[in-house]
């Protein structure tokens, strides 16, 4: 759990509760080694504290399925390359298959990009885009696309959010 969160807090010694005093919520601390004293996980921001709470339930659900609704909520497009990175990678270690929702087209160009990278390439034959059309008779009709479909239209510029077919 550690390594992966070093994506977000590099110098990071570990994420541990509090102990509080009997009146006080127990909360998570975290112990970086460039800091004299520990800070509250949350002091990091919400893209830190989804990530935690994203790779705790990763790890929990080895060998099973996991299901994110709004995956970015939280998380800085400017995360969004590192954030991929370290799920997809935790879901592959722990063998979990991930369904994760986003109307966020940033959050899925970074997604195709990560997936375009050398090192993550052999994992796009397992990813998948699926989008939600509410059809004239107000029945929803899911669509399946594999990677490169999903790639091909972000390369075009098409919307891939879903909607209208």
């Not at 127990?26 to 994203?54: A, D, H, M």
């Not at 298959?97 to 195709?112: A, P, S």
């Amino acid at each position: 759990l550690f390594e992966y969160m070093r994506i977000f807090i590099p110098d990071l010694i570990y994420i541990e509760p509090s102990a509080p005093k009997s009146d006080e919520s127990i909360f998570l601390i975290v112990t970086q080694k460039s800091k004299n004293s520990t800070l509250p996980l949350g002091f990091y921001g919400e893209g830190t504290v989804k990530l935690f709470r994203i790779l705790l339930e990763i790890i929990a659900n080895k060998g099973k399925r996991l299901m994110i609704d709004e995956v970015d909520t939280g998380i800085h497009y400017s995360r969004f390359s590192s954030f991929w990175n370290v799920i997809l990678l935790a879901a592959v270690r722990h063998n979990v298959q991930l369904f994760m929702t986003t109307h966020n087209e940033e959050c899925i160009k970074y997604f195709v990009d990560v997936l375009s990278e050398p090192k993550m390439k052999s994992y796009q034959k397992d990813a998948r885009s699926i989008s939600l059309v509410e059809l004239p008779d107000k029945s929803v009709k899911a669509y399946t696309y594999p990677f490169g479909h999903l790639e091909a239209n972000i390369l075009m510029g098409n919307d891939v959010r879903g909607g209208a077919r």
